[in-house]
């Protein structure tokens, strides 16, 4: 169903539902470093305080994207911030037993599923069609967005040798959270409801384009895997190799971020002016490759600089287009919760894969630099996945 008005509140909450979401999986990597030496923690385990949210997006996607359709109310994410509340306490209760900070974050990405379905869908439905690339370019914006919001909070406080207020701002925030779906109340339950209308083609008595959603799905495992495995990552080996104190790896870690969401907002301008979105996603995914593979064979800092220029251009390009892709193949206002679960199901696939990768590469004997090969070749297969998709859709095939 497609809006006649854009209702301005409703793209703000989702935009901001997003971004939250974001950062309470992104205030972990900043403090990585610190708790590692804290706590001793195994590397596998720590990888895994990120890939749980991702096994719970992944296990519960498709189940949460149909509750949402069917219930269209915000009482889902009053019991998602319960559930994220109860999450950020668990963590500061007993931080020294992995396991049970394993289990927090858990509770954490359980409610995260949920809110990264919901945000994308009510900001694609409180929008009219002349909005959507603005939409677009907001739901990309809403992971660097919460992983610049974490660094930034986070650098003073684990700068001075701590991390628990990290956590008590997390946990106010997800009040906040909660307080804003209930001052929202029926409006917020009412667009949640008519998002993928039962006109549309994500009615439950109409068949889905499964396949061609379940290449955006795939794509986004490949190209997430390498993403989430280079952001989880980067200020341990700033620290770790680089000798950087934890606090200013902090600060080094913004700085590919905050190039990314300058192209993710460019991205958005581009596609105002009516260029194709296949097209230009497959042209970021090819040049986010050719960095990878190029760049660990670079020693020249100006050559550098500009291959991280390079990927930040492809990786803001990325997951602009492929949170558009779902309306490219349903059509304009026809996105609903059950076609933005399957794309979000291959998108958890990749976050599960990505952070567990630089552990294992370095537990095989590999080093640090293999990274580069390991993500250049995921990149790469992203890009033929979608260049299938593409041509899938020239076809007119479903």
């Known amino acids: 169903m497609t809006r006649e008005s854009s209702w301005w509140p409703g793209i703000a909450f989702g935009a901001v539902l997003g971004i939250f979401a974001a950062f309470q999986q992104f205030k972990l990597p900043p403090a990585l470093p610190l ?8 590397r596998l385990l720590a990888g895994g305080f990120m890939s749980v949210y991702a096994l719970l997006g992944l296990v519960f996607s498709v189940r949460i994207g149909g509750w949402l ?9 009053l019991i998602a911030s319960a559930i994220m509340f109860c999450g950020n306490l668990g963590a500061l209760a007993m931080p020294e ?9 858990g509770f954490e990405g359980f409610a995260f599923a949920i809110f990264a379905i919901a945000g994308p869908v009510i900001a694609n439905a409180s929008a009219e069609p002349r909005h959507l690339p603005l939409v677009f370019a907001l739901t990309a914006a809403w992971i660097p967005v919460g992983q610049i919001s974490a660094a930034l909070i986070g650098q003073p406080i684990i700068g001075a040798g701590a991390w628990r207020p990290l956590w008590w701002i997390a946990a106010a925030a997800t009040l906040g959270m909660a307080i804003w779906v209930a001052a929202l109340g029926r409006r917020l339950g009412r667009t949640l409801a008519g998002a993928g209308s039962k006109r549309g083609p994500t009615s439950r008595t109409e068949v889905l384009p499964v396949l061609n959603l379940a290449l955006i799905g795939v794509t986004f495992t490949l190209w997430a895997a390498q993403y989430f495995a280079f952001v989880t990552w980067l200020p341990t ?39 194709p979105i ?51 193949v349903l059509g304009t206002g026809r996105a609903g919760p059950r076609a933005f679960a399957i794309v979000m199901t291959g998108r958890n696939l990749g976050v599960l894969v990505g952070p567990l990768l630089i552990p294992a590469v370095l537990a095989l004997g590999g080093h640090w630099s293999f990274a580069g090969s390991v993500f250049g070749a995921l990149t790469l297969g992203a890009g033929f996945v979608a260049a299938l998709l593409s041509w899938r859709l020239r076809q007119g095939r479903i």
């Open 97 to 105: 037993s992995g396991a049970l900070v394993l289990v927090s974050r």
């Open 278 to 328: 296949p097209a230009m996603l497959l042209g970021s995914l090819f040049l986010q490759a050719a960095v990878w593979w190029w760049l660990p064979s670079t020693e020249s800092a100006l050559w550098a600089g500009i291959g991280l220029v390079a990927w930040a251009a492809g990786a803001g390009t990325t997951p602009t287009c492929l949170f558009a892709m779902p309306s490219v």
């Open 35 to 42: 708790l590692l030496d804290l706590y001793g923690y195994d």
């Open 69 to 77: 359709d069917r219930y269209g109310s915000g009482r889902m994410l």
């Open 237 to 275: 080996y700033l620290v770790e190799v680089l000798g950087f104190a934890p606090g200013d790896a902090v600060l080094g870690y913004l700085l590919p971020v905050a190039l990314l969401l300058v192209f993710v907002l460019a991205c958005g301008g581009l596609m105002r002016l009516g260029i």
